[in-house]
């Protein structure tokens, strides 16, 4: 991933006419952005008796816009719960406990986010979050809300257990937001000329990696807005214009039928990976990864080779949902069990999955590895969390990801 000394080339790079965001998009990176999509786990022993596992926001403010976040609660299998605002004044920084936002549900809302997590009962899901600044209305003399795109916050997730002195934070990726002017890819008009008409969406679809299939008619607009999405094919067409590549394009969509919205040419991506890391201490000792997608069916399994420290490696094949909280231990093969402590990585990659090669492309992923160990009051120095998000990759071409290769 090329993600540091590129940052500021990037749009040059692409020629997108934008405002003042600096970042690669599609890369879940640390920068002020608009909007927030993010997972969260919440012990009923949080929402009842005020101890126990939360999840904590921290959002700051960063261009002097008071900001309003209206925030919606998913569950784990995307089924939509309730709604709430979260509001920070310009320039400020609050923290927010998600578990105060579940106290106020309703009791059959919070049943449908309840699950049950290493014996426990536990609220989980995610939530999305939308900005709303306010605008001064001459007409009717009042500050009104609208729809925020100024890319004016940066946040943090903190997975909290305080009543155990137990703490985990990484940085929140905010979606940034595309005002897009209709920039094409080098060559891609003479592709397809009966496409060509489409050219100003490319650019759509190669930054937000929003799918031309969600669109329902043919209108062309001359500029439009989008928000970044953290999907393979955006982070493809990202890449390969940083680097100066022209951008591939394939065919995507149901290619049994003839027409747009069906079919149409997008950035190729021939295959991407994720690469959670695992390290267990001992006993006590836990990885968590904790994944978001969108894009695919709930229950879409991923056969993938899990690598220990040695360079041994077995396979495993793993389900998952719109979130998931996987406990890495359950899922590394024993054979790669030699001895404390266990550390390695999960090689997840699009190579083999019971979705399709179009859900694979255009699903959304985020992912953190949240690592922890917990030997109790009587052996403090071994009690420890961190959070970091997952290393991602994209390739331009081929079908197959890199796969471990034993040499002796």
Not at 93 to 106: E, F, G, H, P, V
Request: glycine share 8%; with cysteine; proline share 5%.
């Amino acid at each position: 991933m090329k993600k540091i000394f590129i940052a500021l080339s990037v749009l040059a790079a692409l020629t997108f006419g934008v405002g003042s965001a600096l970042a690669v998009p599609g890369v879940p990176d640390n920068t002020p952005g608009t909007d927030f999509t993010v997972p969260f786990l919440v012990s009923d022993a949080r929402v009842t008796a005020g101890s126990g596992q939360t999840t904590v926001l921290n959002l700051s403010e960063v261009r002097g816009y008071a900001t309003d976040f209206h925030v919606y609660f998913y569950s784990v299998k995307s089924v939509y719960v309730a709604d709430a605002w979260i509001p920070i004044t310009h320039w400020g920084t609050i923290m927010k406990d998600l578990a105060t936002l579940i106290q106020d549900m309703s009791d059959q809302d919070r049943t449908r986010l309840t699950i049950t997590y290493e014996g426990e009962s536990y609220y989980a899901g995610y939530m999305v979050a939308n900005n709303y600044v306010y605008s001064w209305n001459a007409t009717s003399g009042v500050w009104q809300r609208v729809r925020g795109y100024m890319d004016n916050v940066i946040g943090s997730i903190y997975m909290l257990n305080l009543s155990q002195g137990m703490a985990a934070a990484s940085n929140l990726p905010m979606r940034e937001y595309f005002a897009l002017t209709g920039a094409t890819f080098p060559g891609a008009v003479t592709i397809d000329p009966d496409l060509a008409i489409y050219q100003n969406y490319w650019t759509q679809w190669a930054i937000t990696g929003s799918s031309p299939a969600l669109t329902a008619t043919k209108a062309m607009p001359t500029s439009f807005g989008a928000f970044e999405r953290w999907s393979a094919v955006a982070l493809h067409a990202a890449n390969a214009r940083v680097w100066g590549n022209p951008i591939d394009v394939a065919l995507y969509g149901d290619l049994s039928k003839t027409a747009f919205p069906d079919i149409w040419f997008a950035p190729a991506c021939g295959e991407w990976s994720l690469y959670p890391e695992y390290y267990i201490l001992n006993s006590t000792g836990k990885t968590v990864f904790m994944i978001y997608q969108s894009g695919m069916p709930n229950g879409t399994t991923f056969h993938m080779f899990v690598v220990n420290d040695a360079e041994d490696y077995l396979s495993t094949t793993i389900p998952i949902d719109e979130v998931t909280f996987i406990n890495a231990e359950d899922w590394i093969p024993s054979g790669l069990k030699v001895a404390y402590p266990y550390s390695g990585i999960f090689n997840w990659t699009s190579d083999d999955s019971s979705a399709t090669a179009t859900q694979l492309t255009w699903a959304e992923f985020l992912g953190w590895s949240w690592q922890q160990a917990d030997s109790g009051a009587t052996s403090a120095a071994t009690n420890w969390q961190i959070m970091k998000q997952m290393a991602r990759d994209v390739g331009t071409s081929g079908t197959y990801a890199p796969q471990p290769v034993h040499i002796n």
